[in-house]
């Protein structure tokens, strides 16, 4: 594996959460197989009989996610966790998107795992990485969105600027079908018991195998819980 951007959590922040970084290179983006689509579709059909007519407040899989963003003195109920948006989503009876291959298994990992997760194409950022606390008044320009209020939030800055958070990811920064290296970024409160977090790791890693290698060249996966 080609050499990646380091990551470093500001002293500030480092107690409050705990991420996985999952690198892996060369993946291959396209339209998702008709086997990770099904995936997608049976995990949302799980979820939405497992839940229906539940309050997010009643549903005890989100706490984490809600805990990590009260962490940051943030009200989830108005700035959602990017997993709890994709549960009520669900829960609305509303269909997941169909993006591509990466962007879905994303989605599908998130609402697996019932946390934020972020998604980078790793060319795309340039030299260390540090996971800090969002300023104020700092945005970006979002994924369908003109701008993404960063302020109080854990954000990934690189020596351009941030460029992700658990609640929405950057244009800069976003896979495309040129992607050939990416980061997927889990992330869970300071709390959160690290064995779940490895096993966690283990099922990332071999959904990304499964769904996103080169057929040509297989894929080479890497990953580190921080801290």
Known sequence: MRSV?????????????????????????????????????????????????????EIEGLAPARELY?????DPTHTRPSSEALLRRLLQGKPLPSILNAVDLCNLLSLQFLLPL????????????????????????????????????????????PFGNPTSDSLRTSITTSTRRLWLVIFAPG???????????????????????????????ESEIFP
């Open 5 to 57: 951007p380091e990551l470093s959590l500001s002293r500030e922040i480092a107690s409050q959460l705990r991420v996985i970084r999952i690198q892996a290179e060369p993946v291959a983006v396209g339209p998702s197989s008709g086997e990770l689509l099904e995936e997608m579709e049976r995990l949302g059909g799980a979820l939405a009989a497992r839940y229906s007519g539940r309050a997010p407040a």
């Open 70 to 74: 009260r962490s940051f003195h943030i």
């Open 118 to 161: 972020g998604l980078y194409d790793i060319e795309k950022i340039q030299g260390p990485v540090q996971l800090r606390r969002g300023l104020a008044a700092e945005s970006y320009a979002g994924i369908r969105k003109e701008a993404v209020s960063l302020e109080g939030r854990p954000v990934l800055e690189d020596s351009v600027g």
């Open 191 to 221: 709390a959160f018991p690290r064995s779940t977090l490895e096993e966690y790791s283990r099922t990332a890693r071999e959904a990304i195998a499964r769904h996103l290698s080169d057929p040509g060249a297989g894929v080479v996966i």
